[in-house]
């Protein structure tokens, strides 16, 4: 199963789950996804809490393979909220993207302001949630 814009993904860590929104899916970038992780966890996949879920949420581009082999199941789907779209705007090699638009070179003030695009593996995703459930952010 291929990721959607708006799927909800629980991650599990710890024995417990991390839920994020997928904000965006290249096309360009072979199998790139962007993940909007919230700042919660939770014990069951099935909480009816993860379908209304809002709130501050910590960027991640990472490879989609987790979730199309089903290890990090799909739970829910949300549209993206005002602003979500605009969140894949970037530094891609000194140039500036918004999804997979090339919008040209980046300015002194992109560079000092627009994320770099990183992509993060499985296992720091995976310590992303632990370190949400270890207290560093709101868990339920």
């Given at each position: 199963?291929?990721?959607k814009v708006g799927d909800l993904i629980a991650i599990p860590s710890g024995g417990r789950f991390g839920i994020a929104k997928v904000l965006?899916?290249?096309?360009?970038?072979?199998?790139?996804?962007?993940?909007?992780?919230?700042?919660?966890?939770?014990?069951?996949?099935?909480?009816?809490?993860?379908?209304?879920?809002?709130?501050?949420?910590?960027?991640?581009?990472?490879?989609?393979?987790?979730?199309?082999?089903?290890?990090?199941?799909?739970?829910?789907?949300?549209?993206?909220?005002?602003?979500?779209?605009?969140?894949?705007?970037?530094?891609?090699?000194?140039?500036?993207?918004?999804?997979?638009?090339?919008?040209?070179?980046?300015?002194?003030?992109?560079?000092?302001?627009?994320?770099?695009?990183?992509?993060?593996?499985?296992?720091?995703?995976?310590?992303?949630?632990?370190?949400?459930?270890?207290?560093?952010?709101?868990?339920?």
């Open positions: 199963m291929q990721p965006f899916c290249s096309e360009y970038f072979a199998q790139v996804v962007l993940l909007g992780l919230f700042r919660r966890t939770f014990e069951v996949v099935e909480s009816p809490d993860i379908a209304a879920l809002k709130g501050s949420m910590d960027l991640y581009y990472t490879g989609s393979s987790p979730i199309s082999a089903g290890v990090w199941p799909v739970v829910g789907h949300q549209t993206l909220l005002l602003g979500e779209s605009s969140m894949s705007r970037r530094i891609v090699g000194g140039d500036v993207w918004d999804e997979d638009r090339h919008l040209g070179p980046a300015s002194e003030q992109d560079l000092a302001t627009l994320p770099k695009m990183l992509t993060h593996g499985t296992r720091l995703i995976e310590k992303a949630v632990q370190r949400i459930c270890d207290g560093k952010a709101e868990v339920l």
